[in-house]
Each structure stands twice: as structure tokens, then as C-alpha cells.
């Protein structure tokens, strides 16, 4: 059975106060608070900007892990920007073991399309061990929610992020289609170099 994580992601203009409130009143139990450093890279060959794919290699605390999530389409992302995919995680030893990731995707020809850096919290929902609700605050760029449900059923999960969203009163906080990568790049002005690295557009390459 594939399992696909179904989630969608909105912006708060607070810093995450009032939905971390609201968490706790609804008896959410603290999951575990972690500085994440992700590092997303891409093939020379395939532009992983324009079809959203998802090259990363994670530190998050003590642990490490390589992940890929494939292209979108409409049959992975709704027009309400719930995005539905599978996603192909190797966890590896220890956070030391991300460096050795982040050198091997460079052996191999892999170009880095951006690092995010991220404060994030979780929290899980009672009874309800596949449904998490991550508060993040992102380095240049402010803090987000984002409800993520693990399951092998999309169409349900989206009607339960759809309840979960509402028990937390977050209905009226803009949506946020696009992945931390892109919005870091657009912040840093590397969003209009799709598809090149960050030291490509820097004129640093390797020849």
C-alpha cells in the first residue's frame, strides 16, 4: 500500500501565537521542536523548479534523511492547493551523516537550488496518529502552518485537513502554494535563473 502525505500550507501573520494557542486548547500534544536545515538540489538536465519536484537532503535535530517527492500535476495538486504525493525518504544514520549527503549530491552532478532554514514544532493529534500540524518560522521569511496527513486514501485526507484547518481557525490565513525552495529563491532574487544553481547564478561554475 503506497502511503501519500496529503497537506497544505498557509501564512500567519503573528509569528504562530494564536495557533499554537489553539493547539494546546485542543489538546494537541507537542510532538518536538527542531531547527531544520534543508538542501534542495536539482539534475543539470531536469528543471525540478518547473515541475516541483523535490530533491532534499534534511537535518533536523539529531536525525538526517534524503528525500525525493515527484513532479506535480493535476492529479497531485488541487485547485485548493492541497498537494497529494508520495515521497521516497532513506533515513540515514545521524544529522553528521547530512554533510556526507550534501557531498555525494554534488559527486554526483546534482546542482543546489536552495537551503532553507526553519524553526519548526509539531504537533499530533490525539487518536489521530497519521494527522500532524507542523508550526514553522522560516528564516527571511516569517512563520507558516502546515497540517500534513500520512495516508493511503487522498481524497478522504483532504476532507480531514479541510476540519482540521477549521478547528484551528485558520480558514481566513492566505494559502501558500509554493514549496520554503521557491520562496527562498524568490526572496533571494534566483527565482527568475530556473532550474541553475545558486553558485550558476552567481557565475560560479564548475567549468
Do not use: W
Not at 51 to 56: A, D, G, K, P, S
Not at 80 to 86: L, N, R, T
Not at 115 to 129: D, F, H, I, M
Request: glycine share 8%.
Amino acid at each position: 500500500m503506497t502511503m501519500i502525505e496529503v497537506e497544505r500550507k498557509r501564512a500567519l501573520a503573528d509569528g504562530g501565537n494564536a495557533v499554537t494557542a489553539r493547539l494546546i486548547e485542543l489538546g494537541y500534544r507537542d510532538a518536538g521542536s527542531f531547527v531544520e536545515v534543508d538542501t534542495y538540489y536539482g539534475p543539470r538536465h531536469r528543471d525540478f523548479l518547473s515541475t516541483r519536484e523535490c530533491l532534499r537532503v534534511r537535518r533536523s535535530g539529531q536525525l538526517a534523511e534524503i528525500t525525493y517527492k515527484p513532479a506535480s500535476d493535476a492529479t497531485t495538486h488541487s485547485a485548493a492547493d492541497v498537494i497529494a504525493k508520495p515521497e521516497v525518504d532513506v533515513v540515514l544514520a545521524d544529522s553528521d551523516e547530512a554533510e556526507a549527503a550534501n557531498e555525494l549530491m554534488t559527486c554526483v552532478g546534482m546542482v543546489m537550488l536552495a537551503r532553507v532554514e526553519k524553526a519548526r514544532t509539531l504537533y499530533q493529534r490525539g487518536g489521530s496518529p497519521g494527522v500532524m500540524v507542523a508550526v514553522d518560522v522560516v528564516d527571511e521569511l516569517g512563520a507558516f502552518v502546515e497540517v500534513e496527513i500520512m495516508t493511503s486514501d487522498a481524497d478522504g485526507a483532504a476532507m480531514v485537513l479541510e476540519e482540521v484547518e477549521s478547528s484551528l481557525g485558520i480558514l481566513a490565513s492566505p494559502v501558500v502554494a509554493a514549496p520554503y525552495r521557491d520562496l527562498i529563491r524568490e526572496c533571494s532574487g534566483t527565482a527568475d535563473g530556473a532550474g541553475r544553481s545558486v553558485d550558476d547564478q552567481e557565475g560560479k561554475t564548475d567549468g
